[in-house]
């Protein structure tokens, strides 16, 4: 079993929500598979695992992911190293079929596509294609694999969320849509797997130091040019809250804080605040 429960407590978060906790205990790791894990929030979250004696499945949509998963090897974990594109069901497939059957123990599922400019800008195969990356291949690989761990009475999964969900995402307005549906997602599927044995975990960072604003087109905005939080105490904070079983994490206290205004203030608000951050042209001059 990936995490043995230990006491239990609770808490309340950032947006005033119980929580039930579980002493985090990382004896008997066995199998995790994380998605996205080439670089940035993935391959640390990759990195957490081994570090913590979890052999491994990486899976990326680039040849990068093959020099990560050397890097992983290095601390003493298996790693099985699969290039596929999850925005697509046969990429999903791909993945299952290199588990083999074999009982996972945890699904980190955090690959995801952002993509920046007014929604009007876009061309729609890349809106599209955020679409299927977030949420559709999302869905597909954590029904799979989660419906696996239902039937054995056990496992972790962590979807990577974002406090982007909270708020009209003004020049980002796809990607924040499917944060906002992978947020409620998660504690839905939480709640359907009460008692079940297997426990969802939503991981919700804002602006992280990755290539992330580099690929979203993001580079010429404010968010994107804005100190941001290290990807690896945003995989670490991540890694904690799932292995003690908490329903989500919001990392850094001005994230908490944003989560908490949000649910305040009205929408045409955050959506101009947002609008700030991320219309091409905001960036900070150097």
Not at 25 to 30: A, I, V
Not at 118 to 142: E, K, P
Not at 246 to 253: L, P, R
Request: charged share 25%; glycine share 10%.
């Amino acid at each position: 079993m990936f995490c043995e429960p230990g006491q239990s407590r609770t808490r309340i978060n950032a947006t005033g929500r119980r929580i039930e906790e579980e002493q985090m205990n990382t004896e008997g790791l066995s199998l995790a598979i994380v998605t996205g894990a080439s670089t940035g929030i993935g391959f640390e979250l990759a990195k957490q695992c081994a570090e913590h004696k979890c052999n491994l499945i990486v899976v990326a949509d680039e040849p990068a992911i093959e020099s990560a998963a050397q890097e992983l090897r290095k601390l003493g974990v298996t790693v099985e190293a699969v290039q596929a594109d999850l925005a697509t069901a046969e990429g999903v497939d791909a993945l299952c079929q290199t588990v083999g059957g074999r009982p996972v123990d945890a699904l980190l599922a955090n690959a995801g596509r952002g993509l920046g400019k007014s929604f009007f800008d876009q061309d729609f195969a890349a809106i599209r294609r955020v679409i299927d990356t977030n949420v559709t291949g999302t869905l597909y690989l954590i029904h799979r694999i989660g419906s696996d761990m239902r039937a054995r009475g056990r496992g972790r999964i962590l979807v990577t969320g974002s406090i982007a969900g909270y708020m009209p995402g003004s020049f980002q307005a796809v990607y924040n849509g499917t944060k906002a549906l992978l947020d409620s997602f998660a504690a839905a599927v939480r709640n359907e797997l009460k008692d079940s044995g297997v426990s969802v975990t939503c991981l919700m960072p804002g602006p992280t130091e990755t290539e992330f604003f580099k690929r979203a087109f993001l580079q010429d905005t404010k968010v994107g040019t804005d100190k941001k939080q290290s990807p690896s105490e945003v995989a670490r904070l991540g890694f904690e809250a799932m292995m003690r079983g908490e329903a989500e994490v919001v990392t850094g206290w001005k994230n908490k804080l944003q989560v908490a205004l949000a649910h305040l203030v009205p929408t045409s608000i955050l959506a101009e605040q947002h609008r700030r951050m991320a219309q091409p042209g905001t960036a900070k001059s150097r």
